[in-house]
Nanobody, 115 residues
Framework: QVQVVESGGGLVQPGGSLRLSCAAS????????MGWYRQAPGKERELVAG???????KYADSVKGRFTISRDNAKNTLYLQMNSLKPEDTAVYYC?????????WGKGTLVTVSS
């Protein structure tokens, strides 16, 4: 069983920045494909950004140029740097670890973008 724990959410003003972190357990972190998802009130969960075990990245069109996903395999940690935040980025952000089709989710961290 892989434990996944998100942190770093909070309240930020429009135009501000936040960095989310996701700590995953296990000795095989470097083999996991990792992703950040978000779910806004009344909406379905959507992919925000993903990173493969080899470091390839992908982003939702809505966050391209503003968000950056990265990973530190030595620390078993995934990051999401979020810049130029908008009110529509408000959501619960979830971390996802995928190891050969076995998928593990964290409980989420709330990001609120408001003045």
């Amino acid at each position: 069983q892989v434990q996944v724990v998100e942190s770093g959410g909070g309240l930020v003003q429009p135009g501000g920045s936040l960095r989310l972190s996701c700590a995953a357990s296990g000795s095989r972190f470097r083999f996991y494909a990792m992703g950040w998802y978000r779910q806004a009130p009344g909406k379905e969960r959507e992919l925000v950004a993903g990173i493969s075990s080899g470091g390839s990245t992908k982003y939702a069109d809505s966050v391209k140029g503003r968000f950056t996903i990265s990973r530190d395999n030595a620390k078993n940690t995934l990051y999401l740097q979020m810049n130029s935040l908008k009110p529509e980025d408000t959501a619960v952000y979830y971390c996802n670890a995928d190891l050969l089709g076995n998928i593990y989710w964290g409980k989420g961290t709330l990001v609120t973008v408001s003045s």
